[in-house]
């Protein structure tokens, strides 16, 4: 039985991997220690990688964790709020689409 696939079919799924991954960043904590979770010194300054298809580069750096963060993962924009939501509440009284209330209905 033969369970290999095609050199072709092969080499077109790690070309889509490849593109997929290229300009992914990274950030790593500088020191002397071995590289740990993101956790575990976020006070210590961070390098930022991005990886070249081949290998991880270099391309800027932070005072820590929180800073990366906000390079990294930026919030999305808050939508503007339209200037019918700045009116004011509709007060009491009897509108086109209000409920009627229990005294309006006794009422002749």
Known sequence: MNDEEPLEEWARRREIRRKAAK??????PLGYSPHRSAHVDPGAPRAIEEWTSI???????AKNLAAVKTLLYPRPPRPEKHAEWDRPPLGKGRGRHRKPSPADERAP
């Open 23 to 28: 300009g992914r960043r990274r950030f790593v």
């Open 55 to 61: 290998e991880w580069a270099v391309v800027g750096g």
